[in-house]
């Protein structure tokens, strides 16, 4: 049994976006997505019930091997870094097709994401990864168990919960309710500096650098600018007419 | 009636923080030398230790898997680091020796031009800058990001860096230090260990080398516990600074004081400000203040703001924005404030810790850095002997008491009577003595620990300006801009009395940069609860010097300064 | 330029979100906006969808695209898209349609833009908007690839009729990838009447300080009630133990986006605003006329929340009836 968790570096504290590449600003400080401790979590839980061998993969900048080394203090066994230049700008195309190409390489059993990046709010990745490695796939997992070849999740959908089984290999992303993350113990923090890291390039991947990364995105940054102001904000003195008054706004705004 | 916040101390025992190792001792986590703290002074430690374990493989063979440990409680490495900085290079350039030179570290480029004024409300004065605030020759660099880099090439060297982790207790057995215990991880608000709760570990070490800056938690507890503290006590003042992008580059260092400080003697407010450059499109400025002041109502960060709307330097922040913000302790005892030894048996005791501070100068950085290269070539000698008998660190004093440290810091000891309160200080007290005809009563100054100062009330707050969220801001959103998002569900890492003079807990309020306390229900004699919001604490360390005590709280909270 | 609209449905109930993208769809200039439908019954649904502006509308009502799940619709979509030649794809957010897009962007290799609020044509080409780090910043975004695929944020357009009429209905064939058939839902549940989590709430009443006393959150409680959401708090009524943290909304605590957010005696301090702020329309009620709250709110009213609460509160049971 193998548990691929893929995991992302974001950064971290007042981010912001360089003006000239009009993309996130990666230089400064970064962590692991707090989504993504999520996965581990789950994949580290898995684990001490099947004795699987759980398997970080990450795609981004040198300094991703911070929480790629988190994720091995938390307890994976091993790490996976694609890291390299022709990969930065890679929009959800790219980043699926290196990811898959990746985890095509581990052939794990089960690929565990984190709901969402805390950087580029994107909840999208999985799907996009489990349509090129070709298996099913499962978002927004509260409840995961696996058993005989298969995966039982309990999904929240925006009407309630969905319980949902499928084939092993497959692809999960949870959600941040199915469990808590636990903190690394000291021995992890020590012991994930020794653990087996590799880095891959684009070229160990056989992937062509043309096909990824800003070359090969199928989307683009135009412009930033202010966010618009809220359309017609007002503001009423509370006299004896502000109830009325709030109730017509939401009639307005077709809200009641 | 005279109220004083150090009659209403803090809930604390030394001895709740001294304990023999608990894990089993299979479950101990062995480390050579243990470095608690990965400022300048710790890592620096950690650095040199490298070199030496490097040239001398055999001794590294001895210390085990992990050679040398750096404990950190902030998120990574300069998470909690900042200061003005104005550094004297000559500690860096000795410890990177044959290795880097200074240009390889990431400053912000040497001093060329300075500036000291004196300021009133609408006018500043150009004086002379006295010969100890003269800084050609040295460099500006932002503090937070110099510990990144340090920490960087301690790794290389072979450091274990632990971030994230506090040094909660001092593990001592049979009189010898022999490591600490980390923090817990995972408890609620009621202590109550919560799903994912990670209880602390036994890091236990040959030699512990506490290098945890101004106001560390462990150091206070061994200059206590080992009988340390020197027969003056320590005192401390506060700075507040943010960092600003800029449209024009400031070319030169600039300290100021005067306003917004009152000069009346019986105010105490000595301090002053100053304006370092960091590059082409960044400058740093601080507001700096003595923690014996005696207004309830006094508040370094409104000070800063305050400062910020006089014509001079509103001018050079014209059209820009603010970057960052942070509060953070300076130890301004000087030479008669060292504790009497700095190694107790098994463990050495380094930089703005210990208050390695040179205040006329307002310099502290290469105190720290030398004295960490120096605690580590002591602790290096003891290990490679392979005893580490209760004297063995005794040659770290020596060290200290042979190098620059103690030169410098003797050297102005006396200035103390004038200049002992720094630059800002002294001039202030100078304009003091000019107001009070002399009557101020130098030799008595600083008797007292900052606590004991009696508190008055002038209707100070009144004259802070109203934050605008461009020039000038509130207490929450420079938090926010600290990075800190402390996990607000973990026990309070602030012991104070909860129920005191309203006097004293304004005081507590207006003094913290950072909104965690608040006054709250009025008891109906005089007195009121204390609110605490724990979670703004960015750790200045201020609450000590007043009348507190603050404790470490869970490993990775507090904030995450990157610029300070 | 040729567009195609992904809907959704619930039950017999086409879901507003994507009538709104679809209804948005209609006002770029294609005359020949298609939609589809996929799943049981959905055939009789695909009239409504004309009044919202599709000219056309595929529908597929095979058994296999009963279940909410999303491969079997990457399938069907991807034979669309290709042999209707649709240059551009919409969505309207929801955790079916994001993963459908998300599928069908790697299976076309298609460009997908998500979080977007707005999506205009300047100079013929379609620019997307997508506010981004916390909405502080606004983001033109494009797309190097045909077909552009656009994901939009839940509520970003309203759902209004455009007076279209009867849509031609082409049905599709069925034919389904291996892998798109191996998950399947066994048991679903529909969400217990005790009211919305906070994290799915429509409407959150969120209460401060300025409540006065942690008795006061009955008002916040009641008004929620009547509005059919969820209660939120600030950190400090939660520090001061008024409400459990589990309601904490804010930097240290949960990040929602409803579509109504009504902040009762919330100051506005920017640690709660980073939890909220992408709320679509915010209504707050604060006695301290310079709170900074009114600054991001549609609705700003300076009075007393003790008074003006429960007077809304019976004004819209009355409503109700």
């Given at each position: 049994m193998k548990i691929a968790v893929c995991v992302k570096h974001v950064p971290e504290g007042a981010a912001r976006i360089d003006?000239?590449?009009?993309?996130?600003?990666?230089s400064g400080e970064g962590g692991l997505n707090h989504f993504d401790a999520n996965a581990v979590e789950e994949a580290l839980r898995l684990k001490a019930d099947s004795d699987a061998e759980v398997v970080v993969v990450s795609m981004g900048p040198a300094r991703a091997a911070d929480s790629v080394r988190k994720a091995l203090a938390m307890g994976a066994d091993r790490a996976l870094l694609i890291s390299d230049?022709?990969?930065?700008?890679?929009d959800l195309v790219g980043t699926s097709a290196v990811l898959a190409a990746a985890l095509e390489r581990e052939a794990a059993d089960l690929v565990l994401f984190g709901q969402?990046?805390?950087?580029?709010?994107?909840?999208?990745l999985w799907a996009a990864v489990a349509e090129r490695l070709r298996r099913p796939v499962v978002s927004q997992a509260m409840e995961l168990s696996l058993a005989d070849g298969s995966l039982r999740v309990k999904r929240q959908t925006e009407f309630g919960y969905d319980v949902i089984e499928a084939p092993l290999p497959a692809v999960v992303a949870v959600s941040d309710a199915i469990n808590e993350p636990r903190y690394p113990s000291l021995k992890g923090i020590m012991g994930a500096k020794k653990k087996p890291s590799e880095t891959l390039s684009l070229a160990d991947l056989g992937l062509?650098?043309?096909?990824?990364g800003e070359a090969g995105a199928k989307t683009e940054v135009l412009a930033l600018g202010s966010p618009?102001?809220?359309?017609?904000s007002r503001t009423i003195e509370g006299d004896g007419n502000a109830a009325q008054a709030i109730l017509d706004f939401l009639a307005e705004k077709r809200l009641v | 009636m005279t109220v004083r916040?150090?009659?209403?101390?803090?809930?604390?025992?030394t001895r709740e923080f001294?304990?023999?190792?608990?894990?089993p001792a299979d479950e101990r986590i062995e480390v050579g030398v243990l470095v608690v703290g990965a400022g300048p002074a710790g890592l620096a430690c950690a650095i040199r230790l490298g070199q030496l374990l490097e040239e001398h493989p055999e001794v590294a063979e001895r210390l085990?898997?992990?050679p040398v440990a750096v404990l950190e409680?902030?998120?990574?490495?300069?998470?909690?680091l900042l200061s003005?900085?104005?550094?004297?290079p000559r500690a860096l350039r000795r410890l990177f020796r044959?290795?880097?030179?200074?240009?390889?570290?990431?400053?912000?480029?040497?001093?060329h031009g300075e500036a000291v004024y004196v300021l009133s409300r609408r006018a500043a004065l150009r004086i002379p800058p006295p010969p100890?605030?003269?800084?050609?020759g040295n460099y500006v660099f932002s503090l937070s990001r110099l510990g990144r880099w340090l920490a960087e090439r301690a790794e290389e060297v072979g450091a274990t860096i632990l971030p994230e982790?506090?040094?909660?207790k001092l593990l001592v057995s049979h009189g010898r230090a022999l490591g600490v215990r980390t923090g817990d991880k995972?408890?609620?608000?009621?202590?109550k260990e919560l799903g994912n709760f990670e209880p602390g570990s036994d890091l236990v070490a040959k030699v512990t080398v506490l290098?945890?800056?101004?106001?560390g938690h462990l150091t206070g507890v061994a200059l206590d516990h080992f009988g340390l503290r020197a027969a003056e006590p320590q005192v401390w003042e506060l700075g507040v600074k943010e960092v600003w992008k800029v449209a024009?580059?400031?070319?030169r260092v600039i300290h100021t004081m005067g306003w917004p400080l009152r000069?009346?003697?019986?105010?105490?407010e000595f301090g002053g400000s100053f304006i370092y450059p960091m590059g082409e499109d960044m400058l740093t400025i601080g507001m700096v203040v003595g923690l014996?002041?005696?207004?309830?109502?006094?508040?370094a960060h409104d000070l800063l703001q305050e400062l910020k709307t006089h014509p001079k330097i509103r001018k050079l922040l014209q059209g820009g924005e603010r970057v960052a913000w942070g509060a953070k302790t300076i130890p301004s005892g000087g030479f008669h404030s060292l504790?009497?030894?700095?190694?107790a048996p098994g463990l050495l005791l380094c930089g703005?810790?210990?208050?390695?501070?040179n205040i006329p100068r307002l310099k502290g950085i290469h105190y720290a850095v030398e004295s960490g290269r120096l605690a580590a070539e002591a602790a290096f000698a003891a290990v490679r002997r392979g005893a580490t008998p209760a004297?063995?660190?005794?040659s770290y004093d020596q060290a200290v008491r042979e190098s620059f440290i103690w030169s410098d810091l003797h050297e102005v000891r006396?200035?103390?009577?004038?200049?002992g309160r720094g630059f800002f200080v002294g001039g202030a007290l100078a304009t003091a003595m000019t107001a009070s005809k002399g009557r101020l009563e130098l030799g008595k100054l600083?008797?007292?620990?900052?606590?004991e100062q009696p508190l008055l009330r002038t209707?100070?707050?009144?004259r802070y300006p109203a934050p605008d969220g461009t020039l000038t801001f509130d207490k929450l959103s420079s938090v926010f801009l600290s990075g800190n998002k402390t996990?607000?569900?973990?026990?309070?890492?602030i012991r104070v009395?909860?129920?005191?003079?309203r006097e004293v807990a304004e005081l507590w309020a207006r003094m913290c940069p950072a909104q965690v306390y608040e006054v709250g229900?009025?008891?109906?004699?005089?007195t009121v609860t204390v609110d605490l919001?724990?979670?703004?604490?960015?750790?200045?360390?201020a609450i000590t010097a007043k009348g507190g005590r603050l404790l470490p709280p869970?490993?990775?909270?507090g904030p995450e300064y990157t610029l300070t | 330029m040729s567009l195609l609209v992904f809907l959704e449905h619930h039950g017999n109930e086409l879901q507003k979100g994507s009538l709104g993208v679809l209804a948005k769809a209609a006002t770029?200039?294609?005359?020949?906006v298609a939609a589809v439908l996929l799943g049981g019954g959905v055939r009789a649904l695909a009239s409504e969808a004309g009044t919202f502006g599709a000219g056309k509308v595929y529908v597929a009502e095979d058994d296999a695209l009963?279940?909410?799940?999303?491969q079997a619709r990457v399938d069907v979509l991807a034979t669309v898209v290709r042999e209707g030649g649709y240059g551009t794809v919409l969505f309207a957010n929801s955790v079916l349609a994001a993963d459908v897009a998300a599928g069908l962007s790697a299976r076309l290799e298609a460009g997908l833009n998500w979080d977007l609020v707005d999506v205009a044509l300047q100079d013929g080409t379609l620019v997307g908007k997508r506010p981004a780090l916390q909405d502080s910043v606004s983001v033109d975004v494009g797309w190097r690839s045909e077909p552009r695929l656009a994901l939009f944020r839940a509520?970003?357009?309203?759902?209004?009729?455009?007076?279209?009429g009867e849509p031609e209905i082409e049905e599709l064939s069925v034919e389904l990838e291996e892998?798109?058939?191996?998950?399947?839902?066994v048991e679903q549940q529909l969400e217990d009447t005790s009211g919305p989590s906070i994290e799915d709430a429509d409407v959150i009443v969120a209460g401060g300080?300025?409540?006065?006393?942690?008795?006061?959150?009955a008002l916040a409680e009641e008004l929620a009630r009547a509005l059919g959401g969820a209660v939120g708090a600030t950190r400090a009524v939660v520090d001061a133990g008024?409400?459990?943290?589990?309601?904490q909304i804010g930097q240290t605590g949960k990040t929602v986006s409803p579509k109504l957010y009504v902040a009762l005696?919330?100051?506005?301090?920017i640690q709660h605003k980073v939890g909220m702020?992408?709320?679509?329309v915010i209504v707050a009620i604060n006695?301290?006329?310079?709170?900074?709250i009114f600054e991001f709110s549609d609705l700003g009213v300076v009075g007393d929340v003790h008074e003006i609460v429960p007077k809304l509160t019976a004004l819209l049971e009355q409503r109700r009836g």
């Open positions: 003006p000239t590449s009009k993309r996130l600003d990666r230049e022709g990969v930065a700008g890679s969402q990046a805390s950087d580029a709010d994107g909840a999208v062509d650098a043309a096909a990824v618009p102001p809220r359309g017609d | 916040a150090s009659d209403y101390p803090p809930p604390f025992r001294v304990a023999e190792p608990a894990d085990g898997d992990v409680k902030g998120k990574q490495p300069g998470s909690h003005g900085a104005v550094v004297d044959g290795r880097f030179r200074l240009e390889d570290l990431p400053t912000y480029g040497e001093v100890t605030m003269r800084n050609h982790t506090a040094a909660e995972g408890r609620g608000r009621d202590g290098a945890e800056g101004t106001q024009k580059p400031l070319g000069t009346g003697a019986r105010y105490r014996d002041y005696r207004d309830a109502e006094l508040s504790p009497v030894r700095l190694h703005d810790g210990v208050g390695m501070v004297t063995a660190l005794s006396d200035l103390r009577q004038v200049f600083r008797a007292e620990p900052d606590a209707n100070r707050a009144a996990r607000d569900e973990q026990p309070s890492h009395q909860r129920t005191v003079p229900a009025d008891g109906g004699d005089g919001a724990p979670s703004n604490c960015v750790q200045c360390g869970e490993g990775g909270s | 770029l200039g294609d005359p020949d009963e279940p909410p799940l999303p509520g970003a357009f309203d759902a209004v009729a455009t007076g279209g892998h798109s058939r191996g998950a399947r839902v300080r300025g409540l006065g006393a942690p008795e006061s959150f008024w409400y459990p943290y589990s309601a005696g919330i100051s506005g301090a702020q992408s709320s679509n006695k301290d006329a310079n709170a900074p």
